[in-house]
Structures are given as structure tokens and as C-alpha cells.
């Protein structure tokens, strides 16, 4: 998903409504948001998370919100079930699958 924003066009990162609202822990956020546009789906039943107020330097402006269809998991589950060896088809996007495999990643 390309979006134009701030006089350009950009293939925005997806984050969780959860993991935006951590974004103030994170190393470095206000370089993230100086680098990225953050694009956040809000889970269904619950309030968005307003990126004003997380005090990130930087941050207007660069959080999209958008829909899309809920699909009911978790990344922890996505992880427990990777270390687990069981199968993620349907659960992620093909492409994430295949990083994911690739790269050995959450064994």
C-alpha cells in the first residue's frame, strides 16, 4: 500500500494500535518517525491511539490510520507458533511468511 503524503509517496510501516502506543520505549523513536510513516490499523471495539500525545518529537503528520479487515491473532501468537514449527499460512501475508522462513526468525 503506497500512500502520498508530505508531498510524496511512500510505503508506509504497519504497526499495531499496541505497538504505536509503546513507541515512546522504543530506541530512537523520534528517528523512526523522522524516517517512516507509521500506518496503524485500530483493532475493532477499541480507540485509536492518539500519536499527539505520546510526546515522540516529530511525530505529527507522520501516523496514518486506515481499515481493513480484522484478522483476530496476535503477533505473539504468529511467534509462538513459528517457535512451535507450526504452519502460518493465512494467518500473515505470504511475502511475511517467507521473510520469516527465510530468516530463520523467532526459532
Given amino acids: 500500500m503506497k500512500v502520498g503524503i508530505l508531498g510524496g509517496t511512500f510505503d508506509p ?24 510513516i507509521l500506518a496503524v490499523a485500530p483493532r475493532e471495539g477499541e480507540l485509536a491511539v492518539d500519536a499527539a ?13 486506515f481499515d481493513c479487515p480484522r484478522i483476530d491473532v496476535s503477533s505473539s501468537i504468529i511467534r509462538e507458533r513459528v ?18 522462513e527465510e530468516y530463520a526468525l523467532y526459532r
Fill in 53 to 65: 500525545t505520546l510526546g515522540v518529537p516529530g511525530i505529527a503528520g507522520r501516523v496514518i490510520s
Fill in 83 to 100: 517457535a512451535a514449527g507450526a504452519d502460518i499460512r493465512g494467518l500473515v501475508p505470504e511475502r511475511v511468511r517467507a521473510y520469516i
Fill in 13 to 36: 510501516v504497519h504497526v499495531g494500535h499496541l505497538a504505536l502506543a509503546d513507541l515512546p520505549n522504543w530506541r530512537e523513536p523520534e528517528r523512526i518517525v523522522r524516517h517512516a
